[in-house]
């Protein structure tokens, strides 16, 4: 089969950490029943006008600066026409020919730069629930504040693409643009795929990808539709320009339509709506937001903490976990310690709750206290993990617990030795095996001993001292 090289550009589509939408005052409140975040202004009734929401300008500029765009500073919106039963207006207000941001860029881990075409300004449409014979209509999204982000055909493959999606996302999550939650809709996206002859400079004839509700899924739909793009052109077919679904419980991707362009949406400038002109001083408020990215915090961290990188992936995968480790790490200047009971048992607890981090009311400077606790010997692995469980959701005084559940390690060596005797005498099948160079059974006598401090002694002095008993 033929050889091709895959181009891809992504359409990611980012609702905007505002209270109110974005021409309207009506809630963007996720939860709220159907049809009642809705007021004439985002339904559409004839003779009201929209009000622009500055919240979004603001959040969308920080975004346009944290992906390197030239801004134009000229703000005006079109009306994109169309017609569908959850766009009450029948079109959508968007930015066409303007858009707010240009020629931006965004850095992969792997030091590659994908450039970023065009970052624009629209509302959203509202929500089709499907039944088995007819649909019902919610239009609590519709109004809501979206920033479309287009990336350059800089892509070459789905793991690239997978990449790039997990970059933008954290971006965005660490400047508080968005909570680019997928399951609410705040993030989506749309892929566009072509494949071209090996070393050609033509493009090929591009698909768009819609349906697609997980980064995972965005990748295993360009997987599927690059295996079947090149199938057809390797037998001499063509590709036709089309929008498709892909189907996650199939695995297939399947033609919904043929692919509009931009004169079918009949672009003309909003009129109830007022062109300005963003001033600098505008852009300056939101500078501060974007100075540090992800890409330049995970350098940081290797290069100050001295961490691995896989563990540095961890602290940064989100925004709380990393400032979190930071506030601790200032109270017990021990990195590798703190990030070792971050990665382990403190996400271990966060995992089992709904809302996760939501839920923590432990501060930093209290969690610290428990990892120095543990790393000084005053409180052993099990003991310091009850600690966390107790206060992770209360921030209750760390010592108190201590106190009041009897949680203190024992590393008297003289409160232990009778115990370890004991151990000794009652487990004499052990001892001959470990005579006899089983060394694992040692484990087996400080597991004897732990039990009958109720898990308290401190495993490291009983070891030496059962060691240092039977030779």
């Known amino acids: 089969m033929q050889e091709f090289d895959t181009v891809i550009g992504l359409e990611v589509h980012v609702q905007l950490n505002t209270l109110s939408k974005i021409f309207c005052s009506c809630s963007t409140k996720f939860e709220n029943p159907p049809n009642t975040n809705i007021c004439p202004v985002c339904c559409g009734y004839p003779g009201v006008l929209p009000v622009f929401n500055k919240r979004a300008l603001e959040l969308a500029i920080r975004v346009a600066l944290a992906l390197k765009c030239k801004i134009n500073k000229k703000i005006y919106f079109e009306r994109k026409n169309y017609f569908y039963p959850d766009l009450p207006k029948n079109y959508q207000i968007s930015q066409y020919k303007m858009p707010l941001g240009e020629n931006g860029e965004l850095s992969l881990r792997t030091g590659k730069t994908i450039g970023i075409t065009r970052v624009h300004l629209e509302e959203d449409a509202g929500k089709l629930i499907h039944k088995e014979n007819y649909s019902l209509v919610d239009l609590n999204r519709t109004g809501t504040p979206l920033l ?275 151990a000794i005498k009652e487990n004499q099948k052990a001892v001959k095996e470990y005579m006899d160079g089983k060394e694992q059974a040692i484990m087996f006598l400080v597991g004897s001993v732990m039990k009958k401090t109720k898990g308290k002694a401190n495993p490291k002095v009983v070891k030496e001292l059962l060691e240092k008993a039977i030779k």
Request: net charge negative.
């Open 148 to 422: 479309e982000i287009v990336s350059n055909p800089d892509i070459t493959s789905p793991q690239e693409a997978f990449g790039y999606l997990t970059c933008l996302k954290l971006a965005l999550q660490y400047i508080g643009a968005s909570e680019c939650n997928m399951e609410k809709g705040s993030l989506r996206c749309d892929a566009n795929v072509s494949l071209k002859n090996k070393g050609a400079s033509a493009l090929g004839v591009k698909v768009e990808l819609k349906n697609m509700n997980t980064f995972k899924g965005v990748r295993d739909a360009l997987e599927y539709e690059i295996a079947r793009q090149s199938k057809v052109l390797g037998e001499g077919g063509k590709i036709f320009q089309e929008t498709r679904l892909w189907d996650g419980d199939i695995q297939r991707t399947e033609v919904m339509r043929s692919k509009e362009e931009a004169h079918d949406y009949r672009y003309f400038p909003e009129p109830d709506l007022l062109d300005f002109l963003v001033e600098e001083e505008f852009m300056e408020k939101e500078k501060p937001f974007v100075k540090e990215l992800p890409h330049d915090r995970y350098k940081r961290f290797l290069d100050i903490y001295k961490l691995q990188e896989s563990d540095t992936d961890v602290l940064i995968s989100e925004k709380f976990i990393a400032d979190y480790f930071e506030e601790a790490v200032k109270e017990f200047n021990e990195p590798k310690k703190i990030c070792n009971f971050i990665i382990g048992p403190f996400l271990e607890q966060v995992n089992t709750f709904p809302d996760r981090f939501q839920s923590v009311k432990l501060s930093a400077q209290n969690f610290s206290k428990i990892v120095k606790y543990f790393s000084t010997g005053l409180l052993n692995n099990l003991a310091a993990k009850k600690v966390l469980v107790l206060s992770i959701n209360n921030n209750n005084d760390i010592d108190e617990i201590i106190k009041k559940e009897g949680l203190s390690q024992v590393s008297n060596e003289s409160e232990l030795k009778g115990l370890v005797e004991e």
